[in-house]
């Protein structure tokens, strides 16, 4: 199972939201290239990276210390983060992002989902963000009344290359990752299906890979790792344990 250690940027800073606060913000004193560079270090291959300036935005606002990131060190990047444009997308693919994640614009506009993983094969990435099993977009702010699996569904057969299912209850408080619905989402997608929010503990990665279920691709980790609940050399352990 892939760990993707998690870079959220704002304003150049390494931060965490909680549940998608920008007004319950956490900074770190590290700067995202540091951070990077230490992961690396550690024996890290993957990285989750979110431009949360991009996300209110709708721009690539922290392109050139992504890029930055990835001409440095040798690490596969998925990033979103108000990803809303084809041009965005090309922008990130461009610099040498493995993935792109589309969130809001693709569950507001599924031709706009369905064009990208055209044109862009193998390369877009899909989050879905739930609260109580329905969609959340726009930086959570805005619940919308369609069930996550309805949606997964309709858009299943469009190519998306990974998805990445969020349970917004638990991101950011570190009270265990919602295994059980990662899991009912993971048996319906055609694509694998990468587990996030609420990571707490070594324990929390030991029990997803030990669900053994093959179209469960990773797990992200963030604010854990941050706050110290998870030690870079514990997890480091795990990568190809």
């Known amino acids: 199972m892939k ?4 870079i959220d940027i704002k304003d150049k800073k390494c931060v965490r939201l909680i549940k998608g606060h920008f007004d319950r913000k956490t900074e770190y004193k590290i700067t995202p290239i540091e951070q990077a560079g230490e992961l ?3 024996g890290f291959k993957n990285l989750h990276i979110v431009d949360l300036d991009g996300a209110l935005t709708g721009k690539t606002i922290n392109l050139d210390i992504i890029q930055e990131i990835i001409s440095k060190h040798d690490l596969k990047i998925e990033v979103g983060g108000g990803v809303r444009t084809l041009d965005s997308i090309k922008k990130y693919v461009e ?12 569950i507001k506009d599924k031709e706009f989902l369905k064009e990208a993983c055209a044109k ?4 877009v990435a899909l989050g879905l963000d739930s609260k109580n099993g329905n969609l959340s977009i726009s930086g959570w702010q805005e619940n919308l009344n369609i069930k996550t699996t309805d949606f997964l569904k309709e858009v299943n057969n469009f190519g ?11 991101d950011g ?19 694998p299906v990468i587990i996030s929010g ?18 469960i691709e990773g797990i992200i980790v963030g604010k854990a ?10 997890l480091a352990k795990e990568i190809d344990a």
């Not at 862009?120 to 390369?123: A, S």
């Open 3 to 6: 760990i993707f250690p998690a």
């Open 40 to 42: 690396q270090n550690y």
């Open 95 to 106: 610099i040498g992002a493995e993935k792109v994640i589309l969130g809001s614009a693709a």
């Open 120 to 123: 862009f094969r193998d390369k």
């Open 160 to 170: 998306v290359s990974r998805l990445i299912y969020t349970d917004i209850n638990r």
């Open 173 to 191: 408080t570190k009270a265990s990752p919602n295994l059980d619905e990662t899991v009912k989402v993971a048996m319906m997608s055609k694509c």
């Open 198 to 215: 609420g990571v707490s503990s070594i324990e929390d990665i030991k029990k997803a890979k030990g669900l053994n279920n093959k179209n």
């Open 225 to 234: 790792i941050y706050d110290g609940d998870i030690k870079l050399d514990d």
